[in-house]
Each structure stands twice: as structure tokens, then as C-alpha cells.
């Protein structure tokens, strides 16, 4: 019912603002680029650029739109019943998940749930601002808090840090009207490292959608031997994950990530999706896979106690 609600209070202050149907984003690129492709290594490497890191947001399916910032991704997931933020981007740019939420035409008082993968403060930037004025739920997995925690304590999280609230655990769903998230504890890149998978849909075709919430390993021996454990489990259900949605549209996890935006933006009725990838999936956790076997081979080749 929030949406009739927001659509009501919209009407009455005389303002027609209703969620842009894809076609009235379609061609917006960022900083007057001429393709998103052209401007990939910039988003990923010109962090302080705020011209280039303050993209349009744009709908990528029926109930996904991408409201990250360029190097860092946030992306929005709409239900019959409210919102889901997935990822809060880098605390530089903090302020643009709002902006681009309301960009959109959606309410950032209507976000619920909040789910951070992994507790880096690229990752956390928006979260306090989500929990406090916009009332949303934060979700990280239970070891992701209390690193959260012990980061903030000891003065190193370069992030305002939201207050313990939802613990997610391996096995846990989360179901906010027609939606529902199958969450995956996937240690590795940082102690509590969350994935879950759910549903995306494009034209009346529903589609698998997968998050990793860290892709790559920490340091030490501990750190790769779980990272080599998550991707191994997340392997044994590569064969249905068919979208990748990144907390990091980078090269390494998508080399086509911004050209299939491009591609999105020029799509014709009919076409295939091009962010539904399955080869894509499985290439990235097979490569994710040799990172981790190089991990623990550099883990065990350090003499103990270092
Ligand atoms: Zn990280």
C-alpha cells in the first residue's frame, strides 16, 4: 500500500512523479559521455571525479535499478510491499543514493531493508543516514558486525557506522511482499561476507539474480581458506545464477558490465536481456576460484606466525 500512498501525496502537491518507465532513462549517460562503455575505466579508477562518479541511476529490470555511484555500486529492488537497498557505496558519496532514489520516483522513506554484503566502508557509506532518517532495517551478516564494530572502535572504518541491527545468517530468507531473499554465509573477503540470490524479472520473465558480497580474499592463511570454501559452495549453484548484480561494477567481475548498460539503453522489444549471463556467472567464479587457490597457496608458502 506504500505505493498508492507515495502516488497520493504526489498527486496532491500538484507533482505527477511516478517511477520513469525505462524509456524516459534510456540514453542517459554519465557526464555527457557518449557511451557508458567509453567511460569504464574511469568509473572504476577516477574515484575523486564526482562529475564521472555521480551517474544517472537507471532501471536495469522490472524491480531493479542501479542507484550506485560508478565505482562503487547500490542498487534498488522494488517489491509489492516497499523497498530493498542492496549496498550503501562509499561514504564520499553517501548523499547520491537518496538523490538517485528520488531521481527515480521511488521514496527513500519506503526502503525496509537495507543489506550490506560485506562490512568495508565502500560498501557502508549511506547505511547510518538509511537507518536513522529513513527508518530502513540494516542487514550484515553477525561476524560482519562485530568487525564493523571493532573497525569503528579502533578508528579505522572511514564510514559513519550504522547501529547493530539485523543479523543474517546462513539459511535466512528475508520475504518483503512478493520478494523474497535466500541468504548464504560466504566468509572470506571480510569475516561475516554475506551472498543471497532473488528473484529478477524482465517483461513477465523471471530471472535468477545473485549478489557476492566479496569476491575476492583477504589477507592470511584463515582468510583464503574461507574464501576458497564460499566460492566453492557458490559454484555448486553456478549453473542457475543467470545476473550478476555487483557491489563493484570493476572489469575483473564484468568486463562488459557498462557496455551491457549501453546495450540495455538501446534494447529492442524482443531482444534478450543482456545483463541474463550465465556463462558470465560461472567465468567470474571460476576466476574467482583461481584467486583463491593463488590465496592459499601464498598463505602457505608464509613461515607460521607471520
Ligand atoms: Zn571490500
Redesign the pocket.
Known amino acids: 500500500m506504500k505505493n498508492m500512498k507515495q502516488a497520493a501525496g504526489l498527486i496532491a502537491a500538484g507533482v505527477m512523479v511516478l517511477a520513469l518507465p525505462a524509456t524516459e532513462v534510456a540514453g542517459q549517460t554519465p557526464a555527457g559521455a557518449q557511451t557508458w562503455a567509453s567511460v569504464a575505466q574511469g568509473l572504476e579508477e577516477e574515484r575523486g571525479n564526482e562529475a564521472l562518479q555521480r551517474v544517472p541511476p537507471f532501471k536495469v529490470f522490472d524491480n531493479l535499478y542501479y542507484v550506485g555511484v560508478g565505482y562503487t555500486g547500490s542498487w534498488l529492488l522494488t517489491t509489492s510491499d516497499g523497498l530493498i537497498l542492496i549496498e550503501a557505496v562509499d561514504q564520499r558519496y553517501a548523499d547520491q543514493v537518496a538523490r538517485n532514489i528520488r531521481t527515480l520516483g521511488f521514496d527513500p522513506n519506503d526502503v525496509e531493508y537495507l543489506i550490506i554484503g560485506?562490512a568495508?566502508a565502500?560498501?557502508l557509506g549511506a547505511a547510518k543516514q538509511f537507518q536513522e532518517e529513513f527508518g530502513a532495517r540494516v542487514g550484515m551478516g553477525e561476524a560482519d558486525w562485530t568487525f564493523m564494530e571493532e573497525t569503528a572502535a579502533a578508528g579505522r572504518l572511514r564510514a559513519d557506522a550504522p547501529k547493530r541491527d539485523l543479523v543474517i545468517r546462513e539459511g535466512d530468507t528475508l520475504t518483503l511482499g512478493d520478494t523474497t531473499l535466500r541468504f548464504y554465509s560466504t566468509p572470506g573477503?571480510?569475516p561475516g561476507t554475506i551472498s543471497y540470490e532473488f528473484p529478477v524479472v524482465d517483461g513477465g520473465t523471471r530471472h535468477t539474480a545473485f549478489v557476492f558480497g566479496?569476491s575476492?580474499p583477504a589477507g592470511g592463511l584463515e582468510a583464503a581458506e574461507q574464501f576458497m570454501a564460499s566460492v566453492t559452495r557458490i559454484e555448486q549453484m553456478q549453473d542457475r545464477m543467470e545476473v550478476s548484480v555487483l557491489n563493484h561494477a570493476w572489469q575483473q567481475m564484468d568486463p562488459q558490465f557498462w557496455s551491457r548498460v549501453d546495450r540495455l539503453q538501446a534494447r529492442k522489444p524482443g531482444e534478450p536481456h543482456p545483463f541474463v549471463d550465465n556463462a558470465r556467472f560461472r567465468a567470474w567464479i571460476q576466476e574467482s576460484k583461481a584467486e583463491a587457490t593463488k590465496a592459499l597457496e601464498a598463505a602457505r608458502a608464509e613461515p607460521a606466525g607471520r
Do not use: R, S
Request: net charge negative; glycine share 12%; proline share 0%.
Open positions: 560485506q568495508h565502500d560498501h573477503h571480510t566479496g575476492a
